[in-house]
T-cell receptor, first 109, second 114 residues
Framework: KQEVTQIPAALSVPEGENLVLNCSFT??????LQWFRQDPGKGLTSLLL?????REQTSGRLNASLDKSSGRSTLYIAASQPGDSATYLC????????FGTGTRLTVIP | NAGVMQNPRHLVRRRGQEARLRCSPM?????VYWYRQLPEEGLKFMVY????????ESGMPKERFSAEFPKEGPSILRIQQVVRGDSAAYFC????????????FGSGTQLSVL
């Protein structure tokens, strides 16, 4: 069964810093890996999707990488802003996504 | 194009009652996924449905829980004889043609069992 782990569980950074969130998964037989953000009391918003055949995806200040062989993905956020404060979740899988427990990010103005 | 719509947003039930959670996928999406989120825990997959078919229900508890996605109308997650441990946020997601695409999530239904 797929297990997804996210490190760190919480992260606090000053505004403007670049940061990296980590995600690891145990079963490399995935269709894709997706990064989401979740604001308190809300649903998940899709940020980036990396197909299993891809190495990375970029959207604005976000860049996600995927290394299937080592079972790892990273989400890089450049020039962080207070509006980036949220919980970030990664999901990996085939017919369905298995999620980690997330990284709670706080960007301090 | 409205997003994934879930209702109700909040549902309160007493132990032993039935809970019905509804999910209308995004327009043009025929694949629906249900997840449950317990406090301080991650999202747990429950069931994956396509119109009129259950594709994967490996995450569904064996008793009291059922799901459907009829040809017409929303997908329904039904919990019979609710217990306190069923209290959680239930999220629905949809995708256009399958699991190899972006998932779009609804805002969830918060179920509270008294």
């Amino acid at each position: 069964k797929q297990e997804v782990t996210q490190i760190p569980a919480a992260l606090s950074v000053p505004e403007g810093e670049n940061l990296v969130l980590n995600c690891s998964f145990t079963d490399s037989a995935i269709y894709n890996l997706q990064w989401f953000r979740q604001d308190p009391g809300k649903g998940l918003t899709s940020l980036l999707l990396i197909q299993s055949s891809q190495r990375e995806q970029t959207s604005g200040r976000l860049n996600a990488s995927l290394d299937k062989s080592s079972g790892r993905s990273t989400l890089y956020i450049a020039a962080s802003q207070p509006g980036d404060s949220a919980t970030y979740l990664c999901g990996a899988g085939a017919n369905n996504l298995f999620f980690g427990t997330g990284t709670r990010l706080t960007v301090i103005p | 194009n409205a997003g994934v719509m879930q209702n109700p947003r909040h549902l309160v039930r007493r132990r032993g009652q039935e809970a019905r959670l509804r999910c209308s996928p995004m327009k043009g999406h025929s694949h629906v996924y249900w997840y449950r989120q317990l406090p301080e825990e991650g999202l747990k997959f429950m069931v994956y449905l396509q119109k009129e078919n259950i594709i994967d229900e490996s995450g569904m508890p064996k008793e009291r829980f059922s799901a459907e996605f009829p040809k017409e109308g929303p997908s329904i997650l039904r919990i019979q004889q609710v217990v306190r441990g069923d209290s959680a946020a239930y999220f629905c997601a949809s995708s256009p043609t399958g699991p190899n695409e972006k998932l779009f999530f609804g805002s969830g239904t918060q179920l509270s069992v008294l």
